[in-house]
Each structure stands twice: as C-alpha cells, then as structure tokens.
C-alpha cells in the first residue's frame, strides 16, 4: 500500500512517523565481507561495487570484482543443490543445455494459444448445434468424436478423426466447396433465421481441410511428442515443483486463493484508513482550521481509476489505486472537490512490492502531469469523484524526483508532499532478504551463469572467472542498473513498508 499526502495536517503526519516499520532493513555495508549465507554475499559486493563507482566512472577495486564473483559463483551451486537447490533455476540451466527441452519450452510458451484456435476451428464444424443440422448419422458420429478430442486435447487422435471424416462419401463429395450449396449456407446465419437453416448441412469438408492445415496441429503434436523426452519430463518436474501448470484445474484453484486473499488484504488496508479518517474527522482542530463548516471533510474511496483526461502516457504506470483518503477542499461550496491525502496499494509480500515499486513511480508521474487548475472525475467503488490537479500535480512531481533520485531521504520534500508506504499482511522475515528476488533470478538466468551451472552439471570445476561477462554487464549495461541500484531500491521499498495492524493500531491509538 502507498501513501502519498500534499498538505498533511499534524496528526496524520505524526501518525505516518511513528508508525512500526517492522520490515525495515540494516546498512548492508555494515555486514562482514565472508557472510555465510552466497545471497547476502553477493548483494554485499554489488553494493560495494555500486558505492565504490567514483564520478568519473573508474570500475570498482579488483578485490571487490574477486569479492563478487567468488560469491556468484557460490550462489549458482547453491541453487543446483538437489535437496535444497531452486527448481527455477534448475529447469533454466536444462532449458539452456537441451535442445528438445528448449524446443519444448519455445512451443509451449504460445500452447494455450495454439489450443484456442485449434478448437475454434473445431467448433466452427463440429459445434453440437452445428452436428444437429447434420443428416447423415456417420458424420455425426465422426463430429462428436473430432469434438471430444478438441476438448480432450488429444491431438493426434483428432487429427485421425478429422481425416476420417474427410473420406466419408458425403463429406468427401464437398469436394473444394463448389455449388450453390456451399454459398446458401455461407449466407445463412443460423441465429437470424433458426428456421432455414437447420435444412442446409453444414459444409464440412472446407473445414477439416483448415484444420488438418493449421500450423498449430503441427505444434501441438509436437509438444506431445516431446513431452516424453527424458529431459523434458525432468524439466516439467522441476516447473511443477514451482507451482501448478498454467491453465490446469489447480492453477485456477490456486489464482481464486489468490485473489481472494488479495481482496481480504485490500478491505484489511480500508478498515485501517478508515479508522484514520475517522479520527481525522473527529478532531475539532482540523474541522475548524481546515475546513470550515464541514463536519466530516475526509473520507475513502477503494479501486480509484486514473482517467484517460489526465495528458500524459498510461504505459506500464499504475493507473488504479486500491485505497485513497480523500479531503475535501475548503470553500467548495456545492462541488465537492477533493485533495488526495494518502494512496494506499496493498501489496502481499515484499517481493511484490519491491517488483511493483517501478511501476508505482510512473503513476505517480503520471498524476504529476495534471493541471493544476482543473478538476478531474476519477471512478471509484463509491462513484465517481472530483479531484483538483494541484494536489495531483503536486505529489506527481514528487514521483517523477524519485525517479531521477531513488535514494533521497527524509519523509516530506520542501513543497510538503509525504513519504508513501507500502503496506501488506506478511510477517516480516527472521533473516531479512538483502538480495531481491528479481535481482537475483537476473544474475542467475545470465548466460555465463547458465554455462557455469552446466559445467558444474557435467562434474566440471570452473574457474569463477568463467562469470566475469556478468560482472561487467552489472557495471555498464543500462538493463543492469536495476540490479547494480537493488539495495538502494529494497531498502526505501521496506522502510516505507508497514504492516496492515501497525496501521491500525496507531491510528485507533491517536
């Protein structure tokens, strides 16, 4: 969850300070150089690395590029490790060593697509209501029989099926498609004129000429092929260990669980800032000061939308917060304009705040590019609300300096905008993570890596300067700054991190 606030008034400014930020992390610099834990070590050099950057750009000293890659080089073994090692990575380096396991990989990252339009084209002929108009009892037969493969995914059997039906003498008599028939059916939609049509079968034979053409038959019977490929089943293994298999009846299962548990979160957040309007609201001080005459100026809205209005680009910014304080401005009169005071986003673990945190600098500098003297209709659960830009602009702004200086301090700019937060209902780690995840899948899934691992898979013993290239692409590639910069960014991600309950429980206190 992500609080962002324009003028905060003293309360829920004291409020955002003393909150527990129970996920808050050590000055990585302070840890020892022979950590036992390869993860640490690693995230230690690189941060070493990253300091020790002088102006000019002069590389680091070579004991801290030694430093980094004893410790890469000790964390590819640990992930190789049968009992304890990561199944990911595992499935990677084989990906990365066998051919038909890459093949595999490569069909079935568009399989779910390929089976889409399979059955499509299947339906197109042997739908139930279009066998219906179908006289002949052997080509129905032969139909039901092309459907349930579909259904089944049995691809070898359908396309079997479909030549059968293709050598039927009715079927086989469509020939290409010539004749009157063939036009009369084509004109006839059998949802406008349900009368007419059931009199005129269906052309079949154009249709399963389609289908047995279709690329992705051909890809999909190879992938079946492939699955009973030694390697491709060790592969598949280690992929199911990771989680459920895209599209099976457990993935689904697993996705409901999920987002279920993210909307209990997300109430959770609103119960919480609730409480703080509440007390907000119940405060003479801000009633008086604040806005005159309105009794209860602050409330919530959950699942606010960022209208299109707003003139700047919504790609891969956040465009939908989940829960948001809202006061009113004073001397509004009947049109109730609004600031923000807080954005919250709820977030379920670390990791997914830590991978969303980019994103939710390019909503804020998206809302920065308001007008500050307009208003705008944002959409929420509640209805639609009426924000003034300069409250969007301003903390906007704010966005858009993190993003050209992630690591300035402090909780509040000189222009007044608050610190913002992420919240989740996570217990915080016993051994916090120092090394993020992405980060660390990234040096993992590199190309020296992945012929490390596979040397070390053919009972080799490399040297670690096998892994230099990684080295010098965290120094000098642009698609490494994330990785060269993840402390700095893990680090202001968990101090503006707190828990659900901290956040309620000191604004139920104040």
């Known amino acids: 969850m992500s609080l962002l606030l324009m003028t905060p008034p003293p309360l829920l400014d004291r409020l955002l300070q003393i909150v527990t930020r129970r996920y808050r992390l050590p000055d990585l610099t302070a840890l020892a150089t022979n950590v036992a834990s390869p993860a640490v070590a690693v995230a230690v050099a690189i941060e070493r690395a990253r300091l020790s950057i002088g102006p000019d750009g002069a590389a680091p000293p070579s004991e801290v590029r030694q430093a980094f890659l004893g410790a890469l080089a000790q964390l590819v073994r640990e992930a190789l490790r049968q009992d304890a090692g990561d199944p990911v990575f595992?499935?990677?380096?084989?990906?990365?060593?066998?051919?038909?396991?890459?093949?595999?990989?490569?069909l079935s990252t568009h399989a779910e697509q390929d089976r889409?339009?399979?059955?499509?084209?299947?339906?197109?002929?042997?739908?139930?209501?279009?066998?219906?108009?179908?006289?002949?009892?052997?080509?129905?037969?032969?139909?039901?029989?092309?459907?349930?493969?579909?259904?089944?995914?049995?691809w070898h059997a359908l396309e079997s099926t479909a030549r059968q039906l293709r050598a039927l003498p009715g079927v086989a008599a469509d020939g290409d498609g010539g004749g009157s028939a063939p036009l009369i059916?084509?004109?006839?939609?059998?949802?406008?004129?349900?009368?007419?049509?059931?009199?005129?079968?269906?052309?079949?034979?154009?249709?399963?000429?389609?289908?047995l053409a279709h690329p992705a038959l051909a890809r999909m019977q190879r992938l079946d092929a492939l699955a009973s490929h030694p390697r491709v089943a060790a592969y598949r293994a280690l992929w199911s260990r990771h989680g459920p298999e895209a599209g099976t009846v457990t993935a689904t299962s697993a996705g409901v669980a999920s987002r279920e548990r993210g909307a209990a979160a997300e109430a959770a957040a609103a119960r919480a800032l609730a409480v703080m309007?509440?007390?907000?609201?119940a405060d003479a001080r801000y009633r008086a000061a604040d806005v005159p005459g309105t009794a209860s100026p602050y409330?919530?809205?959950?699942?606010?939308?960022?209208?299109?209005?707003?003139?700047?680009?919504?790609?891969?910014?956040?465009?939908?917060?989940d829960v948001v304080l809202l006061r009113q401005r004073p001397g509004g009169g009947d049109t109730h304009d609004y600031d923000i005071c807080l954005l919250l986003e709820v977030k379920a673990s670390v990791e997914a705040a830590t991978t969303d945190f980019p994103r939710l600098l390019r909503g804020l500098r998206l809302l920065g590019h308001a007008d500050p003297d307009k208003r705008y209709a944002f959409d929420t659960n509640e209805g639609t609300v009426s924000l003034h830009g300069g409250s969007l602009?301003?903390?906007?702004?704010?966005?858009?300096?993190?993003?050209?200086?992630?690591?300035?301090?402090?909780?509040?700019?000189?222009?007044?905008?608050?610190?913002?937060?992420?919240?989740?209902?996570?217990?915080?780690?016993?051994?916090?993570?120092?090394?993020?995840?992405?980060?660390?899948?990234?040096?993992?899934?590199?190309?020296?890596?992945?012929?490390?691992?596979?040397?070390?898979?053919?009972?080799?013993?490399?040297?670690?300067?096998?892994?230099?290239?990684?080295?010098?692409q965290?120094?000098?590639?642009?698609?490494?700054?994330?990785?060269?910069?993840?402390?700095?960014?893990?680090?202001?991600?968990?101090?503006?991190m707190v828990h659900t309950a901290d956040l309620l429980a000191v604004a139920a206190s104040a």
């Open 185 to 211: 059916a084509s004109l006839i939609d059998p949802l406008i004129d349900p009368l007419i049509a059931p009199l005129i079968a269906p052309l079949i034979a154009p249709g399963i000429d389609k289908l």
């Open 277 to 281: 309007a509440d007390r907000l609201n």
């Open 90 to 106: 595992q499935a990677m380096m084989l990906r990365h060593r066998v051919a038909a396991v890459r093949e595999y990989a490569s």
């Open 299 to 321: 409330r919530i809205v959950t699942s606010m939308r960022v209208p299109s209005t707003i003139p700047a680009s919504h790609d891969r910014a956040k465009s939908e917060w």
């Open 116 to 154: 889409r339009q399979l059955r499509g084209a299947v339906n197109a002929i042997a739908h139930p209501g279009r066998r219906a108009r179908t006289a002949d009892a052997d080509q129905r037969a032969a139909l039901e029989r092309l459907h349930a493969a579909a259904t089944e995914g049995d």
């Open 474 to 496: 965290l120094l000098t590639s642009p698609r490494w700054a994330t990785v060269l910069h993840q402390y700095p960014m893990l680090r202001e991600v968990r101090e503006r």
């Open 393 to 472: 602009h301003a903390f906007g702004m704010r966005g858009a300096d993190r993003q050209k200086d992630p690591e300035r301090d402090g909780h509040r700019d000189e222009s007044g905008v608050a610190a913002f937060l992420y919240c989740c209902d996570a217990p915080a780690d016993a051994t916090p993570r120092v090394l993020g995840a992405a980060s660390r899948m990234q040096l993992l899934s590199a190309a020296a890596s992945l012929d490390y691992a596979s040397a070390l898979a053919e009972g080799a013993d490399p040297e670690v300067s096998m892994l230099a290239p990684v080295w010098d």
